[in-house]
């Protein structure tokens, strides 16, 4: 099979690609932009020409994108190119809007008439796999979880824009019956996620002795699942899903945001008993919260692991200590990525919007 995936230079993305490559035979197309967020040494075990091969393409580009379908054939797509930080989406809305909803769309009517030109068994076998996220449901209170049946309401712009790319895949698929599968995946965590992020960042900024800046109160909640516990999943869903359903993925794994930096102090005490600024939980500074900062989200994702036998294998604790342990033995790739594009600035937090 040979799937095309889009975002194959980001965090997921670059993860799925290693993982096809790694763990199936599938061939691969990786479709990136090449934005801020991405990074080509992600790929540098997969990128030899064999059974990978990377496009420069950006989504919102209809002759590119149909000039990749047409030249490399795919039998799937992985959809995973997006813009994808929320305090970003904050302060410029408008290239969440372009990249995720508009370039959504581009790729929905790309794979659309590719698809339509397919004879027909391979018409039947083409799958177009939307990944979205659990923001979509909107925010928690104390109790409850996200089923596939939660009725949307995002919060940010970010999120309101993945809500957004995920109507229109479903639409593609109502109305023109592109073969359209969509997956709701909570907080992910693992090697090469880009240093903005709550667990890079922490980490960077403990490594550094800077201070570690928890938004708000910190009691914020998240379902954590390590990211190729996630790949496995989209991996999953591409093989046996239903098509025209969509699927939740969770960790089973919720902590709130102090105790995930807290746990990321422990380890790096563990890691580096002669640092300086030990113990890193003395870092902790609490700052102004995000604006419309959802409290919790926590995903039920009973539907995937009954139909389609999916669970994680990774442990929160045993992700996370890995994780940082990545970080330290990879810091070259982070220090590079924070001395040249992001080193730990607030984003999300323009003057006007902040409302006590
Ligand atoms: P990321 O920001 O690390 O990677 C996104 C990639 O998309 C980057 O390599 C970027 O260059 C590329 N991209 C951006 N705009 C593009 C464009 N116009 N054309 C082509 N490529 C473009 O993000 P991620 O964390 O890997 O997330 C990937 C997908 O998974 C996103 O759709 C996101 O909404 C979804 N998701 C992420 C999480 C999470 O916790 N990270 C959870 C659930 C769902």
Same mark, same amino acid.
């Given at each position: 099979m040979k799937i095309l995936v889009t975002g194959a230079a980001g965090f997921i993305g670059s993860a799925a690609c290693r993982f096809l490559i790694r763990k199936t035979n599938c061939s691969v197309v990786g479709l990136d932009a090449l934005t801020y967020a991405s990074s080509l040494d992600c790929l540098a075990e997969v990128n030899d020409g064999q059974r990978f091969v990377f496009e420069r393409v950006d989504v919102c580009h209809p002759g590119e994108v149909e000039r990749v379908f047409r030249e490399h054939r795919p039998d799937a797509v992985i959809h995973l190119a997006a813009q994808t930080h929320v305090d970003r989406s904050i302060d410029v809305p408008g290239v969440f809007i372009q990249t995720n909803i508009v370039g959504t769309y581009t790729l929905l009517e790309a794979a659309r008439h590719y698809w339509t030109s397919l004879d027909r068994a391979d018409r039947d076998s083409f799958r177009f796999l939307h990944v979205s996220t659990d923001e979509v449901y909107g925010s928690l209170g104390a109790e409850g979880r996200f089923s596939e049946d939660t009725p949307y309401a995002p919060s940010s712009p970010y999120s309101a824009s993945k809500a957004s790319a995920d109507h229109l895949a479903r639409a593609w698929h109502h109305t023109y019956k592109l073969p359209v599968l969509v997956s709701n995946c909570s907080n992910n965590y693992g090697p090469y996620q880009f240093p903005e992020k709550l667990i890079p960042a922490m980490i960077m900024k403990g490594l550094r002795g800077e201070p570690l800046p928890i938004y708000g109160n910190g009691r914020n909640v998240r379902d954590w699942l390590y990211v190729e516990d996630h790949v496995e999943a989209l991996y999953t869903i591409l093989r046996k899903g239903r098509v025209g359903e969509k699927y939740n993925i969770g960790g089973n794994a919720e902590r709130t945001n102090n105790e995930v930096v807290e746990a990321i102090c422990a380890a790096l005490d563990e890691f580096l008993p002669?640092? &300086? *600024?030990? &113990? *890193?939980?003395?870092?902790i500074s609490f700052v102004a919260d995000r604006p419309g900062h959802d409290l919790r989200y926590a995903v039920d994702s009973r539907k995937i692991r009954c139909e389609l036998g999916w669970q994680p294998r990774t442990d929160f604790e045993i992700g996370l200590h890995q994780t940082v342990r990545w970080f330290l033995d990879n810091h070259d790739w982070s220090r590079l990525i924070w001395s040249s594009r992001y080193a730990g600035e607030r984003l999300g937090l323009p003057a006007m919007e902040v409302v006590p």
């Open positions: 002669d640092a &300086p *600024h030990r &113990p *890193h939980r003395n870092l």
